[in-house]
C-alpha cells in the first residue's frame, strides 16, 4: 500500500475514477454533482492548504478534473 501511494497514479486514472464514481452516484439515484461540488470545495481551500497540495500532489489540476466531471455528469443526464 506504502508504495502505490508513494508512486500515485497517473492523471488519466484520476479522470477515470471521477468518471466511475459519478456513473455508480447516478446508477444508484444519487446525486453525481456531489463529486463536482467537493472538488470545489477543495479548490476553495475549505482544507489546510498543506493537506490539500499533499493530497493532490499526483492528482491532475482540480480545474480540469471539475470541467471533466462536468461533461461526464451531463452525458449521463442526457442518456437518461
Known sequence: LKALLDRG????NEF?????AATFCHRAGYAPEAGVEFLQRL???E???NVIQQLLSTHPP???RITGLRAHIGRLQAAS
Open 9 to 12: 497514479t497517473s492523471r488519466e
Open 16 to 20: 477515470e475514477a471521477d468518471r466511475d
Open 43 to 45: 479548490a476553495g481551500g
Open 47 to 49: 482544507l489546510p492548504k
Open 62 to 64: 482540480l480545474a480540469e
